[in-house]
Protein backbone atom coordinates (compact mmCIF):
# COMPACT_ATOMS: atom_id res chain seq x y z
CA UNK A 1 0.00 0.00 0.00
CA UNK A 2 1.01 3.26 -0.94
CA UNK A 3 2.00 6.68 1.29
CA UNK A 4 -1.12 8.16 0.53
CA UNK A 5 -3.88 6.10 1.64
CA UNK A 6 -4.30 7.90 4.52
CA UNK A 7 -6.74 9.89 6.51
CA UNK A 8 -5.98 11.14 9.58
CA UNK A 9 -3.32 13.74 9.14
CA UNK A 10 -3.96 15.37 5.91
CA UNK A 11 -7.77 15.26 5.61
CA UNK A 12 -8.73 16.26 9.03
CA UNK A 13 -6.44 19.32 8.62
CA UNK A 14 -7.89 20.29 5.53
CA UNK A 15 -11.62 20.07 7.15
CA UNK A 16 -10.88 21.57 10.01
CA UNK A 17 -9.52 24.69 8.27
CA UNK A 18 -12.92 24.29 6.62
CA UNK A 19 -14.86 24.01 9.94
CA UNK A 20 -16.08 20.49 9.38
CA UNK A 21 -14.74 18.78 12.05
CA UNK A 22 -16.03 19.47 15.89
CA UNK A 23 -14.49 19.63 18.89
CA UNK A 24 -15.22 17.29 21.72
CA UNK A 25 -18.71 16.67 23.39
CA UNK A 26 -20.42 14.33 25.39
CA UNK A 27 -20.52 12.54 28.20
CA UNK A 28 -19.28 9.52 29.61
CA UNK A 29 -18.22 7.21 32.99
CA UNK A 30 -14.98 5.52 33.53
CA UNK A 31 -16.32 1.87 34.36
CA UNK A 32 -15.36 -0.77 32.38
CA UNK A 33 -18.16 -2.55 31.66
CA UNK A 34 -21.85 -1.84 30.02
CA UNK A 35 -24.29 0.20 31.31
CA UNK A 36 -27.93 0.02 30.41
CA UNK A 37 -28.89 -1.55 27.35
CA UNK A 38 -25.26 -3.39 27.00
CA UNK A 39 -24.65 -5.83 24.51
CA UNK A 40 -22.78 -7.53 27.44
CA UNK A 41 -22.48 -11.60 27.21
CA UNK A 42 -20.47 -14.45 27.09
CA UNK A 43 -17.83 -14.15 24.13
CA UNK A 44 -18.80 -16.31 21.05
CA UNK A 45 -16.92 -19.62 20.60
CA UNK A 46 -14.21 -18.35 17.85
CA UNK A 47 -12.97 -16.83 20.56
CA UNK A 48 -11.91 -19.61 23.13
CA UNK A 49 -8.49 -20.94 23.63
CA UNK A 50 -7.51 -17.20 24.90
CA UNK A 51 -5.84 -17.04 28.75
CA UNK A 52 -8.22 -15.42 31.31
CA UNK A 53 -5.35 -13.11 32.04
CA UNK A 54 -6.46 -11.23 28.62
CA UNK A 55 -10.12 -11.83 28.52
CA UNK A 56 -10.97 -11.18 31.62
CA UNK A 57 -9.28 -7.60 31.93
CA UNK A 58 -10.83 -5.19 33.89
CA UNK A 59 -9.68 -1.54 32.76
CA UNK A 60 -8.95 1.54 34.50
CA UNK A 61 -10.43 4.16 32.79
CA UNK A 62 -9.07 7.61 33.85
CA UNK A 63 -8.89 10.98 31.82
CA UNK A 64 -6.59 11.25 29.19
CA UNK A 65 -3.30 12.59 30.23
CA UNK A 66 -0.53 14.59 28.26
CA UNK A 67 0.20 17.90 26.36
CA UNK A 68 -2.29 17.29 23.84
CA UNK A 69 -4.88 15.45 26.11
CA UNK A 70 -8.39 16.00 24.70
CA UNK A 71 -11.48 17.93 26.15
CA UNK A 72 -14.86 16.38 26.92
CA UNK A 73 -15.62 14.10 29.28
CA UNK A 74 -13.18 11.06 27.20
CA UNK A 75 -11.51 8.59 29.12
CA UNK A 76 -8.07 6.49 28.32
CA UNK A 77 -6.76 3.12 28.97
CA UNK A 78 -4.60 0.45 28.44
CA UNK A 79 -5.22 -3.04 26.83
CA UNK A 80 -3.00 -5.47 27.53
CA UNK A 81 -2.68 -7.58 23.91
CA UNK A 82 -0.12 -10.90 22.50
CA UNK A 83 2.79 -9.70 21.54
CA UNK A 84 2.83 -12.54 19.07
CA UNK A 85 -1.05 -13.89 18.65
CA UNK A 86 0.49 -17.69 17.60
CA UNK A 87 1.50 -17.66 21.42
CA UNK A 88 -1.45 -15.81 22.94
CA UNK A 89 0.33 -16.88 26.62
CA UNK A 90 3.42 -15.07 26.02
CA UNK A 91 4.80 -11.53 26.06
CA UNK A 92 2.04 -8.88 26.14
CA UNK A 93 1.84 -5.24 24.65
CA UNK A 94 0.16 -2.59 25.54
CA UNK A 95 -2.33 -0.86 23.29
CA UNK A 96 -4.19 3.09 24.13
CA UNK A 97 -7.45 3.47 24.47
CA UNK A 98 -10.39 6.50 24.10
CA UNK A 99 -13.81 6.10 25.25
CA UNK A 100 -16.78 9.07 25.86
CA UNK A 101 -19.65 6.82 27.16
CA UNK A 102 -22.95 7.21 25.40
CA UNK A 103 -24.77 10.36 25.27
CA UNK A 104 -28.64 9.02 25.65
CA UNK A 105 -30.27 6.06 27.07
CA UNK A 106 -31.20 2.42 24.76
CA UNK A 107 -27.63 1.92 24.43
CA UNK A 108 -26.36 -0.16 21.81
CA UNK A 109 -22.96 -1.02 23.21
CA UNK A 110 -19.23 0.41 21.91
CA UNK A 111 -18.63 1.97 18.49
CA UNK A 112 -15.11 1.00 17.34
CA UNK A 113 -13.33 3.68 15.00
CA UNK A 114 -10.13 3.27 12.89
CA UNK A 115 -9.35 6.70 10.78
CA UNK A 116 -7.00 5.34 8.46
CA UNK A 117 -3.09 5.25 7.81
CA UNK A 118 -2.39 3.04 8.70
CA UNK A 119 -0.39 4.38 11.17
CA UNK A 120 -2.76 7.09 12.84
CA UNK A 121 -3.53 7.49 15.85
CA UNK A 122 -7.44 7.03 16.83
CA UNK A 123 -6.82 8.34 20.55
CA UNK A 124 -5.84 12.16 18.56
CA UNK A 125 -8.56 11.90 16.23
CA UNK A 126 -11.55 10.57 17.79
CA UNK A 127 -12.41 13.61 20.08
CA UNK A 128 -12.18 15.65 16.73
CA UNK A 129 -14.53 13.34 14.82
CA UNK A 130 -17.00 13.83 18.08
CA UNK A 131 -19.51 16.81 16.17
CA UNK A 132 -19.66 14.69 12.81
CA UNK A 133 -21.12 11.35 14.87
CA UNK A 134 -23.21 13.35 17.47
CA UNK A 135 -26.08 11.31 16.51
CA UNK A 136 -24.29 7.84 16.79
CA UNK A 137 -22.84 9.05 20.23
CA UNK A 138 -26.19 9.19 21.81
CA UNK A 139 -27.08 5.13 21.69
CA UNK A 140 -22.60 4.39 21.36
CA UNK A 141 -19.95 4.25 23.14
CA UNK A 142 -17.23 6.08 21.25
CA UNK A 143 -14.38 4.19 21.30
CA UNK A 144 -10.85 4.35 19.23
CA UNK A 145 -7.61 3.25 19.76
CA UNK A 146 -3.53 3.75 18.86
CA UNK A 147 -3.16 0.17 17.27
CA UNK A 148 0.22 -1.80 17.65
CA UNK A 149 3.00 0.49 16.52
CA UNK A 150 1.34 3.54 16.59
CA UNK A 151 1.93 6.65 19.07
CA UNK A 152 0.45 5.20 22.95
CA UNK A 153 0.77 1.88 21.68
CA UNK A 154 4.10 0.91 21.79
CA UNK A 155 5.21 3.87 19.00
CA UNK A 156 7.61 3.29 16.13
CA UNK A 157 9.95 5.86 15.00
CA UNK A 158 12.56 5.34 13.10
CA UNK A 159 14.42 8.16 12.47
CA UNK A 160 14.93 11.95 14.51
CA UNK A 161 13.56 15.31 13.34
CA UNK A 162 17.18 16.26 11.56
CA UNK A 163 17.50 13.04 9.95
CA UNK A 164 13.63 13.41 8.67
CA UNK A 165 14.36 17.15 7.33
CA UNK A 166 17.55 15.62 5.93
CA UNK A 167 15.88 13.22 4.17
CA UNK A 168 13.86 15.61 2.17
CA UNK A 169 16.73 16.54 -0.28
CA UNK A 170 16.42 13.06 -1.67
CA UNK A 171 15.02 13.33 -5.20
CA UNK A 172 11.91 10.45 -4.79
CA UNK A 173 12.21 10.58 -8.93
CA UNK A 174 15.55 9.75 -9.54
CA UNK A 175 17.03 10.82 -12.82
CA UNK A 176 20.38 9.44 -13.17
CA UNK A 177 22.15 6.15 -11.15
CA UNK A 178 23.75 8.56 -8.85
CA UNK A 179 20.38 10.10 -7.28
CA UNK A 180 18.55 6.84 -7.75
CA UNK A 181 21.55 4.71 -5.16
CA UNK A 182 20.46 7.65 -2.66
CA UNK A 183 17.14 7.17 -3.30
CA UNK A 184 17.63 3.43 -2.15
CA UNK A 185 20.27 3.82 0.29
CA UNK A 186 18.04 6.50 1.90
CA UNK A 187 14.72 3.99 2.36
CA UNK A 188 16.77 0.90 3.32
CA UNK A 189 18.47 3.20 5.93
CA UNK A 190 14.44 3.94 7.05
CA UNK A 191 14.29 0.61 7.11
CA UNK A 192 17.16 -0.47 9.41
CA UNK A 193 16.20 2.74 11.87
CA UNK A 194 12.66 0.90 11.83
CA UNK A 195 14.12 -2.72 13.09
CA UNK A 196 16.53 -0.95 15.61
CA UNK A 197 13.55 1.32 16.98
CA UNK A 198 11.29 -1.20 16.77
CA UNK A 199 13.05 -5.14 17.71
CA UNK A 200 10.85 -8.17 17.70
CA UNK A 201 7.72 -5.84 17.64
CA UNK A 202 8.81 -5.43 13.90
CA UNK A 203 6.92 -8.74 12.74
CA UNK A 204 3.54 -8.01 14.57
CA UNK A 205 2.51 -4.73 13.59
CA UNK A 206 0.20 -6.61 10.40
CA UNK A 207 -3.13 -5.99 9.59
CA UNK A 208 -4.06 -9.10 10.82
CA UNK A 209 -2.59 -8.65 14.18
CA UNK A 210 -4.94 -5.35 14.81
CA UNK A 211 -7.83 -7.09 13.71
CA UNK A 212 -7.53 -9.78 16.45
CA UNK A 213 -6.81 -7.15 18.70
CA UNK A 214 -9.65 -5.64 17.98
CA UNK A 215 -11.55 -8.64 18.86
CA UNK A 216 -10.17 -8.82 22.38
CA UNK A 217 -11.29 -5.64 22.97
CA UNK A 218 -14.91 -6.48 21.93
CA UNK A 219 -14.76 -8.95 24.52
CA UNK A 220 -12.91 -6.92 27.59
CA UNK A 221 -15.46 -4.19 26.58
CA UNK A 222 -18.43 -6.61 27.22
CA UNK A 223 -19.97 -6.40 23.38
CA UNK A 224 -21.17 -9.76 21.79
CA UNK A 225 -20.51 -8.15 18.46
CA UNK A 226 -18.40 -5.86 17.10
CA UNK A 227 -20.12 -2.13 15.57
CA UNK A 228 -17.18 -0.59 13.90
CA UNK A 229 -16.72 2.37 11.29
CA UNK A 230 -13.41 2.02 9.37
CA UNK A 231 -12.34 5.23 7.29
CA UNK A 232 -9.85 5.16 4.78
CA UNK A 233 -7.15 2.26 5.64
CA UNK A 234 -9.47 1.52 7.95
CA UNK A 235 -11.78 -0.53 5.43
CA UNK A 236 -9.04 -3.03 5.12
CA UNK A 237 -9.08 -3.75 8.97
CA UNK A 238 -12.51 -3.86 8.41
CA UNK A 239 -12.39 -6.21 6.02
CA UNK A 240 -9.85 -8.25 7.60
CA UNK A 241 -11.67 -8.39 10.77
CA UNK A 242 -14.80 -9.63 8.93
CA UNK A 243 -12.56 -12.63 7.08
CA UNK A 244 -11.24 -13.44 10.61
CA UNK A 245 -14.24 -13.43 12.43
CA UNK A 246 -17.57 -13.35 10.29
CA UNK A 247 -19.78 -14.66 13.16
CA UNK A 248 -19.11 -11.68 15.84
CA UNK A 249 -19.39 -8.88 13.17
CA UNK A 250 -22.03 -6.35 14.19
CA UNK A 251 -22.93 -3.27 12.23
CA UNK A 252 -19.74 -2.44 10.33
CA UNK A 253 -19.26 0.88 8.27
CA UNK A 254 -16.95 0.77 5.56
CA UNK A 255 -16.09 4.43 4.35
CA UNK A 256 -13.40 5.45 1.58
CA UNK A 257 -12.80 1.75 0.84
CA UNK A 258 -9.38 0.45 -0.36
CA UNK A 259 -9.30 -2.00 -3.12
CA UNK A 260 -8.85 -5.37 -1.52
CA UNK A 261 -7.72 -6.84 -4.72
CA UNK A 262 -5.05 -4.93 -5.22
CA UNK A 263 -1.19 -5.46 -4.70
CA UNK A 264 1.17 -2.73 -4.00
CA UNK A 265 1.75 -1.75 -7.45
CA UNK A 266 -1.83 -1.85 -7.40
CA UNK A 267 -2.69 0.32 -5.09
CA UNK A 268 -0.16 3.22 -6.43
CA UNK A 269 -1.54 2.61 -9.86
CA UNK A 270 -5.29 3.15 -8.23
CA UNK A 271 -3.80 6.26 -6.17
CA UNK A 272 -2.47 7.71 -9.25
CA UNK A 273 -5.79 7.40 -11.08
CA UNK A 274 -7.37 8.10 -8.07
CA UNK A 275 -5.15 11.47 -7.66
CA UNK A 276 -5.53 12.28 -11.33
CA UNK A 277 -9.26 12.43 -11.75
CA UNK A 278 -9.46 14.28 -8.06
CA UNK A 279 -6.74 17.14 -10.41
CA UNK A 280 -8.69 17.26 -13.50
CA UNK A 281 -12.18 17.84 -11.65
CA UNK A 282 -10.21 20.34 -9.25
CA UNK A 283 -9.17 22.35 -12.49
CA UNK A 284 -12.90 21.84 -14.55
CA UNK A 285 -14.25 23.73 -11.66
CA UNK A 286 -12.13 26.57 -11.80
CA UNK A 287 -12.33 26.56 -15.54
CA UNK A 288 -9.22 25.00 -16.97
CA UNK A 289 -8.84 22.37 -19.42
CA UNK A 290 -7.72 19.73 -17.39
CA UNK A 291 -5.53 18.44 -19.96
CA UNK A 292 -3.64 21.89 -20.16
CA UNK A 293 -3.71 22.27 -16.56
CA UNK A 294 -2.09 18.59 -15.88
CA UNK A 295 0.81 19.69 -18.01
CA UNK A 296 1.07 23.02 -16.51
CA UNK A 297 1.50 21.49 -13.26
CA UNK A 298 4.04 18.82 -14.75
CA UNK A 299 5.91 21.80 -16.04
CA UNK A 300 6.29 23.41 -12.74
CA UNK A 301 7.34 20.01 -11.08
CA UNK A 302 9.97 19.44 -13.81
CA UNK A 303 11.01 23.07 -13.15
CA UNK A 304 12.01 22.15 -9.46
CA UNK A 305 13.16 19.19 -9.82
CA UNK A 306 15.88 20.88 -11.67
CA UNK A 307 16.02 23.46 -9.68
CA UNK A 308 13.82 23.96 -6.01
CA UNK A 309 12.34 27.44 -5.07
CA UNK A 310 12.89 29.34 -2.32
CA UNK A 311 10.24 29.03 1.01
CA UNK A 312 9.36 32.16 3.24
CA UNK A 313 11.82 29.96 5.52
CA UNK A 314 15.25 29.08 4.81
CA UNK A 315 14.25 25.67 3.48
CA UNK A 316 13.70 24.98 -0.47
CA UNK A 317 10.48 23.77 -1.83
CA UNK A 318 11.50 20.86 -3.73
CA UNK A 319 9.60 18.58 -6.54
CA UNK A 320 8.66 15.82 -4.44
CA UNK A 321 7.60 18.09 -1.48
CA UNK A 322 5.61 20.31 -3.95
CA UNK A 323 4.53 17.17 -5.07
CA UNK A 324 2.81 16.26 -1.35
CA UNK A 325 1.34 20.01 -1.31
CA UNK A 326 -0.63 19.52 -4.03
CA UNK A 327 -1.94 16.18 -2.74
CA UNK A 328 -2.96 17.62 0.83
CA UNK A 329 -5.88 19.72 -0.68
CA UNK A 330 -7.14 17.37 -3.11
CA UNK A 331 -8.35 15.49 -0.40
CA UNK A 332 -11.36 17.88 0.01
CA UNK A 333 -13.19 19.93 -2.35
CA UNK A 334 -13.01 22.84 0.44
CA UNK A 335 -8.72 22.88 0.25
CA UNK A 336 -9.36 23.60 -4.01
CA UNK A 337 -9.17 27.48 -3.38
CA UNK A 338 -5.97 26.65 -1.32
CA UNK A 339 -4.28 24.66 -4.23
CA UNK A 340 -5.26 27.56 -6.22
CA UNK A 341 -3.38 30.03 -4.56
CA UNK A 342 -0.63 27.57 -3.70
CA UNK A 343 0.17 27.00 -7.25
CA UNK A 344 -0.01 30.17 -8.13
CA UNK A 345 2.55 31.39 -5.42
CA UNK A 346 4.47 28.83 -6.77
CA UNK A 347 4.31 29.87 -10.70
CA UNK A 348 5.34 33.50 -8.96
CA UNK A 349 8.63 32.14 -7.54
CA UNK A 350 7.52 31.48 -4.21
CA UNK A 351 6.91 28.04 -2.79
CA UNK A 352 5.84 28.56 0.63
CA UNK A 353 2.50 28.13 0.24
CA UNK A 354 3.01 24.49 -1.10
CA UNK A 355 5.76 23.87 1.24
CA UNK A 356 3.40 24.77 4.10
CA UNK A 357 0.66 22.29 2.85
CA UNK A 358 3.49 19.37 2.44
CA UNK A 359 4.66 19.72 6.17
CA UNK A 360 0.78 19.58 7.38
CA UNK A 361 0.87 16.42 5.86
CA UNK A 362 4.48 15.50 6.76
CA UNK A 363 3.19 16.66 10.60
CA UNK A 364 5.98 18.96 10.68
CA UNK A 365 5.99 21.58 13.12
CA UNK A 366 6.88 24.93 12.74
CA UNK A 367 9.57 24.44 15.19
CA UNK A 368 11.13 21.70 13.25
CA UNK A 369 9.50 18.53 14.95
CA UNK A 370 7.53 15.90 13.04
CA UNK A 371 5.22 13.04 13.75
CA UNK A 372 5.71 9.16 13.23
CA UNK A 373 2.12 8.67 10.97
CA UNK A 374 4.54 7.78 8.22
CA UNK A 375 7.11 5.24 10.36
CA UNK A 376 4.38 2.94 11.48
CA UNK A 377 2.32 3.53 8.09
CA UNK A 378 5.95 1.90 6.99
CA UNK A 379 5.76 -0.64 9.09
CA UNK A 380 2.48 -1.98 8.79
CA UNK A 381 2.24 -1.84 5.49
CA UNK A 382 5.61 -3.51 4.63
CA UNK A 383 4.56 -6.52 7.07
CA UNK A 384 1.52 -6.71 4.89
CA UNK A 385 2.71 -6.69 2.01
CA UNK A 386 5.66 -9.23 0.45
CA UNK A 387 5.68 -7.22 -3.07
CA UNK A 388 8.96 -6.08 -2.99
CA UNK A 389 9.46 -4.56 -6.50
CA UNK A 390 12.69 -3.57 -7.68
CA UNK A 391 14.09 -0.69 -9.36
CA UNK A 392 14.77 -2.45 -12.72
CA UNK A 393 10.97 -3.66 -12.57
CA UNK A 394 10.05 -0.02 -11.47
CA UNK A 395 11.43 1.71 -14.57
CA UNK A 396 9.79 -1.05 -17.08
CA UNK A 397 6.47 0.57 -15.45
CA UNK A 398 7.14 4.14 -15.35
CA UNK A 399 5.67 4.93 -18.41
CA UNK A 400 2.33 3.21 -17.69
CA UNK A 401 2.44 5.25 -14.13
CA UNK A 402 3.68 8.57 -16.83
CA UNK A 403 0.08 7.77 -19.05
CA UNK A 404 -2.33 7.24 -16.20
CA UNK A 405 -1.18 10.62 -14.39
CA UNK A 406 1.60 13.50 -15.91
CA UNK A 407 1.84 14.61 -12.49
CA UNK A 408 1.51 11.66 -10.10
CA UNK A 409 2.35 8.70 -11.91
CA UNK A 410 6.57 9.10 -12.00
CA UNK A 411 6.36 9.40 -8.02
CA UNK A 412 4.04 6.64 -7.08
CA UNK A 413 5.56 4.12 -9.65
CA UNK A 414 9.24 5.11 -7.92
CA UNK A 415 7.17 4.86 -4.60
CA UNK A 416 6.38 0.92 -5.09
CA UNK A 417 10.44 0.27 -5.37
CA UNK A 418 11.45 2.55 -2.58
CA UNK A 419 8.54 2.29 0.04
CA UNK A 420 9.53 -1.29 1.51
CA UNK A 421 13.21 -1.93 -0.08
CA UNK A 422 15.60 -3.54 2.00
CA UNK A 423 13.07 -3.79 4.63
CA UNK A 424 13.99 -6.13 7.46
CA UNK A 425 11.04 -7.77 7.94
CA UNK A 426 9.22 -10.23 5.19
CA UNK A 427 6.20 -9.32 4.11
CA UNK A 428 2.95 -11.76 4.49
CA UNK A 429 0.48 -11.53 1.50
CA UNK A 430 -0.44 -9.93 -1.96
CA UNK A 431 -3.37 -8.47 -0.94
CA UNK A 432 -5.73 -9.09 1.61
CA UNK A 433 -8.31 -11.54 2.47
CA UNK A 434 -11.33 -10.11 3.02
CA UNK A 435 -14.17 -12.98 2.06
CA UNK A 436 -16.61 -13.10 5.52
CA UNK A 437 -19.27 -16.12 4.85
CA UNK A 438 -22.09 -15.79 7.40
CA UNK A 439 -21.34 -12.36 8.42
CA UNK A 440 -24.21 -9.87 8.97
CA UNK A 441 -24.50 -7.09 6.12
CA UNK A 442 -21.48 -4.75 6.17
CA UNK A 443 -22.29 -1.32 4.56
CA UNK A 444 -19.49 -0.57 2.27
CA UNK A 445 -19.50 3.58 1.00
CA UNK A 446 -17.98 4.53 -1.77
CA UNK A 447 -17.54 8.21 -3.27
CA UNK A 448 -16.84 8.86 -6.81
CA UNK A 449 -14.59 11.50 -6.61
CA UNK A 450 -12.57 9.70 -3.91
CA UNK A 451 -8.90 10.55 -5.16
CA UNK A 452 -6.88 8.41 -2.19
CA UNK A 453 -8.72 5.56 -2.10
CA UNK A 454 -10.70 5.81 -5.86
CA UNK A 455 -14.01 4.48 -6.24
CA UNK A 456 -13.95 1.05 -7.88
CA UNK A 457 -12.71 -0.03 -4.44
CA UNK A 458 -16.10 -0.01 -3.01
CA UNK A 459 -17.24 -2.14 -5.15
CA UNK A 460 -14.20 -4.54 -5.56
CA UNK A 461 -14.58 -4.71 -1.27
CA UNK A 462 -18.16 -5.21 -2.09
CA UNK A 463 -18.31 -8.06 -4.09
CA UNK A 464 -15.21 -9.96 -1.96
CA UNK A 465 -16.85 -9.47 1.36
CA UNK A 466 -19.33 -11.80 -0.09
CA UNK A 467 -22.78 -12.25 -1.52
CA UNK A 468 -25.78 -10.93 1.18
CA UNK A 469 -22.30 -9.43 3.12
CA UNK A 470 -21.05 -6.32 1.54
CA UNK A 471 -23.61 -3.41 0.74
CA UNK A 472 -22.27 -1.05 -1.17
CA UNK A 473 -23.52 2.78 -0.58
CA UNK A 474 -22.34 5.12 -3.82
CA UNK A 475 -22.03 9.25 -2.98
CA UNK A 476 -21.49 11.11 -6.46
CA UNK A 477 -19.25 13.58 -4.51
CA UNK A 478 -15.42 14.68 -4.27
CA UNK A 479 -13.59 14.29 -1.63
CA UNK A 480 -11.85 11.60 0.42
CA UNK A 481 -14.52 9.92 2.46
CA UNK A 482 -18.40 10.63 2.31
CA UNK A 483 -20.15 10.48 5.73
CA UNK A 484 -19.90 14.02 7.13
CA UNK A 485 -18.87 15.27 3.96
CA UNK A 486 -22.10 17.14 3.17
CA UNK A 487 -24.72 14.11 1.89
CA UNK A 488 -27.82 13.83 4.08
CA UNK A 489 -28.58 11.19 2.19
CA UNK A 490 -25.11 9.41 3.10
CA UNK A 491 -25.69 9.97 7.06
CA UNK A 492 -28.84 9.57 7.37
CA UNK A 493 -28.24 6.33 5.89
CA UNK A 494 -25.14 5.37 7.39
CA UNK A 495 -27.26 6.57 10.99
CA UNK A 496 -29.74 4.28 9.93
CA UNK A 497 -27.93 1.37 9.43
CA UNK A 498 -25.88 1.82 12.63
CA UNK A 499 -28.54 3.11 14.77
CA UNK A 500 -31.55 0.94 13.57
CA UNK A 501 -29.82 -1.87 11.77
CA UNK A 502 -31.34 -0.41 8.51
CA UNK A 503 -29.43 -2.54 5.45
CA UNK A 504 -29.94 -0.47 2.39
CA UNK A 505 -30.14 -1.93 -0.63
CA UNK A 506 -27.39 -2.54 -2.66
CA UNK A 507 -26.57 -0.48 -4.98
CA UNK A 508 -28.10 2.44 -3.29
CA UNK A 509 -26.98 5.90 -4.77
CA UNK A 510 -26.51 9.45 -3.16
CA UNK A 511 -25.99 12.34 -5.42
Not at 134 to 157: C, F, K, M, N
Not at 250 to 277: E, I
Request: hydrophobic fraction near 35%; charge should be negative; charged fraction near 20%.
Amino acid sequence: MSRFVRWTTAVAAAMLTAGCVGGSSGEGGDDARGGPGSSAAPPPATSSGLPSSLTSQKLEWNRCKGPSAPGGDWRCTTLKVPLDWAKPEGETIGLGLIRSRASGGDRIGSLLFNFGGPGGSGISMMPLYTNTVAALHERYDLVSWDPRGVGASQGIRCRDDKAIQAAETIDATPDDAGEEKAFLDDAAGFGEGCRQAAGKLLAHVSTADTARDMDLMRQVLGDRKTHYFGISYGTELGGVYAHLFPKNVGRLVLDAVVDPTADMVGHAKNQARGFQRALDNYLTSTGQDPEQGTRKIADLLKRLDEKPLPASSDRMLTQTLALTGIVVPLYSEEGWPTLTAALKAAEAGDGSELLRLADRYNERSATGQYGTTTHAQRAISCLDSRQRPTAEETRRLLPEFEKISPVFGEYLGWDTAGWCHDWPVAGQFDHPEVSAPGAAPVLVVGNTGDPATPYEGARKMADGLGKDVGVELTWKGEGHGAYGSGSRCVDSTVNAYLLNGTVPKDGTVCS
